[in-house]
């Protein structure tokens, strides 16, 4: 009796799950991948792949802490876009332990990252993604992030190529 019990209990929570949590598991994960995309095509120095996984007024904020204060730059999705597209050493930005917000049309992946050039360590910070799910897929809309050259803790994901 206790295993019918059992199996009567677990196929009422297989059809009482609701259909969003699976949907909202997909869009989580959809939104991560449009996030990895832009970092194989900064490896890649593809900035037509770049250009293609953002919105068209997409927008880019860099932070990074000084003595006088914090630096803020900006540039739209199109130069950044152009000045990865140049050829020029290579890059490797890698996150880990994403945080995943996604309500509808709307998702932001909040990480952390570390960036290298040339196999070497440039810096580290948070990255701060909005992207919007759109008839093409999840498309970036603006990424926020601070770069940090000191104190970065190491990385889980171990030395680039290691």
């Known amino acids: 009796m206790r295993k019918f019990g059992a199996t009567l209990l677990l196929a009422a929570v297989a059809t009482t799950t609701p259909a969003y949590v699976v949907a909202q598991d997909d869009a989580e994960a959809g939104a991560v991948a449009a996030v990895q995309a832009l970092f194989d095509a900064m490896a890649a120095r593809d900035g037509e792949a770049i250009r293609d996984l953002l919105t068209d007024g997409a927008v880019f904020t ?3 802490e000084s ?3 914090v630096e803020v730059r900006e540039s739209t999705g199109a130069e950044f876009a152009a ?3 140049q050829p020029g050493p290579a890059l490797l930005e890698r996150m880990w332990e994403p945080h995943v917000m996604v309500q509808g049309p709307l998702a932001v992946v909040w990480t952390p990252y570390d960036f290298h050039v040339d ?3 440039s810096h580290c910070g948070i990255d701060a993604v ?18 940090e050259r000191d ?5 889980p ?3 680039p190529g290691g």
């Not at 909005?130 to 770069?147: C, F, M, N, P, Q």
């Not at 104190?151 to 990385?155: R, V």
């Open 62 to 64: 860099a932070t990074a």
């Open 67 to 69: 003595a006088d204060g």
């Open 83 to 85: 000045s990865i597209g």
């Open 119 to 121: 196999s070497q360590f």
């Open 130 to 147: 909005s992207l919007v799910h759109t008839d093409e897929g999840w498309k970036i809309s603006s990424i926020a992030y601070t770069r």
């Open 151 to 155: 104190g970065c803790a190491p990385s």
């Open 157 to 159: 994901l171990g030395p």
